[in-house]
């Protein structure tokens, strides 16, 4: 049986009784005679005042590098453990998980999939050189001029008059990186997240969608309805 590794460790009050707890990332590398990717990941968490320790398994996946902090997402006086683990893919996707203390036990409090789930989104390219996003679920629709492209991708798309030739969709991709960010600085913490918009195919980037989340009824939740893009131009 391979031996687990300690990817990362750190140190905070993460049961809210003012004594500092330890809190260990480890995991098992895959093959660490030619790879630094690491499986199996879990936490260990030892209560500071009862010497408790906690297993908290991670989903099963397999990452690179992980990185474990504090912050306090619910409460300014507690800390939560945020985990991001780089999927070593070309697009520089990141897992995303923050687990806390609550009733007595450690629960997951968000992760990529639970993100996923809040949105759906339309990607349409419309006519005059541009691309539409529809988040559906707020109704808020942004526009992406893409007369910066190549003369040869446009006219693959549009007529010389500016009109399509048919109807082409492109796709809002899964949770990119997600960054801690005292928004309205008042001591807890929101998420700022980030998905990459794309046209014709996964490497076509158009931009990024920014969505700020907030701990709001026992959820992360979107925070003031704010949701950005940022477009991508050349």
């Known amino acids: 049986m391979k031996k687990a590794k300690i ?3 750190t140190f905070g009050d993460i049961t809210g009784d003012g004594i500092y707890d330890k809190i260990v990332l480890i995991g098992n590398y895959i093959d660490e005679d030619k790879s630094t990717a690491f499986e199996n990941l879990q936490l260990l968490i030892t209560d500071g005042n009862s010497k408790k320790i906690y297993s908290v398994p991670i989903s099963n ?6 990185t474990l ?3 306090p997402f619910r409460n300014p006086k507690i800390s939560d453990i945020f985990i991001s683990i780089p999927s070593g893919g070309s697009g520089g996707f990141n897992y995303n998980y923050i687990f806390g203390y609550k009733d007595n036990k450690f629960v997951k409090l968000f992760d990529n999939k639970q993100f996923e789930k ?7 390219y419309i006519d005059e050189y541009q691309v539409q996003i529809i988040n559906e ?4 629709k942004f526009l992406i001029n893409i007369t910066y492209k190549d003369q040869e991708y ?9 009109n399509l030739k048919k109807a082409i969709f492109g796709n809002v991709l899964g949770l990119n990186q997600v960054f801690p ?3 309205d600085n008042n001591g807890v913490f929101e998420l700022l997240t980030m998905q990459r918009v794309v046209g014709l195919y996964n490497a ?4 990024y969608l920014e969505t700020v989340l907030a701990w709001k009824d026992n959820k992360f939740d979107i925070f003031h309805e704010n949701q950005y893009l940022a477009q991508i131009s050349f």
């Open 137 to 140: 679920k707020l109704q808020k």
């Open 204 to 207: 076509d980037l158009l931009g």
């Open 154 to 162: 446009l006219d693959d798309i549009y007529h010389d008059d500016g």
């Open 181 to 183: 960010i005292d928004v």
């Open 118 to 124: 809040m949105f759906n989104y339309k990607v349409e």
């Open 61 to 66: 996946i397999v990452g690179y590098t992980p």
């Open 69 to 71: 902090y504090l912050f």
């Open 7 to 9: 990817l990362a460790e």
